[in-house]
């Protein structure tokens, strides 16, 4: 059981695990399992919407008639474990690569990207899937995704050491822009493995160079 990711949910009733290529496992914070998924995505990231009632998962599934699988990502009510909702089904092998996911604090919108920056940055309006805004990625491998506290900025870690940050403004309700250019920062001399916000102003990261550096 090769666990790639966890989270923990925002009431400390739930935790969850994902393995790499195999299930996700969804525990009480007492450690009894409550749920064992059966997914084969590599789960890079796992996590709980504000509320404590869903699970985002990245996931895979293979297309009739292909060798390849195509990525999209799949909310789960951990009330029931049924009917899943999946968001950004293309039916077409390689269209889409979605491995990583995140839910903005204040429950508007799920961003997601895959693990390559030819991939766009997708941020999508929960319930409806509709999508709000992408934006256009050029760096190396997308490590790690992250959202601002006050859900108007997001930020990327990449393989060649470098971070992206966006800011993101919304005029109406279901309406998202792209606020400015996005911003590279040269921020390790290693790849970089996590970026987390640590206020709406200040971000912090990871990398194999042995650094943990804030911003």
């Known amino acids: 059981y090769n666990v790639q990711s966890i989270a923990y949910s925002p009431n400390g009733a739930m935790i969850a695990a994902g393995s790499r290529y195999d299930c996700v496992r969804v525990f009480t914070s007492d450690g009894d399992l409550v749920k064992e998924i059966e997914d084969t995505s590599r789960h890079a990231s796992l996590e709980f919407t504000p509320d404590s009632k869903r699970l985002i998962v990245p996931s895979r599934k293979a297309i009739p008639g ?9 909310e789960w009510d951990i009330a029931t474990f049924k ?4 968001y950004l089904e293309s039916n077409q092998v390689w269209i889409s690569n979605y491995t990583l996911a995140t839910c903005a604090p204040d429950g508007s919108y799920y961003a997601t990207c895959g693990n390559s920056a030819h991939y ?6 929960p319930v409806s899937g509709r999508s709000l805004l992408k934006l256009t ?12 506290p ?5 930020a990327t870690a990449y393989n060649d050491g470098t971070i992206g940050y966006w800011r993101l403004t919304s005029t109406e309700p279901g309406h998202l ?4 250019r996005p911003q590279i920062i040269e921020a390790h001399q290693g790849k970089v493995n996590d970026i987390e916000f640590a206020s709406n102003t200040h971000l912090l990261t990871c990398s194999t160079d042995g650094k943990i550096v804030c911003h």
């Open 66 to 74: 292909w060798t390849g699988k195509e990525g999209f990502i799949r």
């Open 83 to 86: 009917n899943p909702v999946n």
């Open 120 to 125: 766009p940055i997708e941020i999508i309006e």
């Open 150 to 154: 006050n859900s108007e900025a997001l």
């Open 177 to 180: 822009e792209q606020s400015g």
């Open 137 to 148: 990625q050029s760096r190396d491998r997308v490590n790690s995704l992250a959202i601002s």
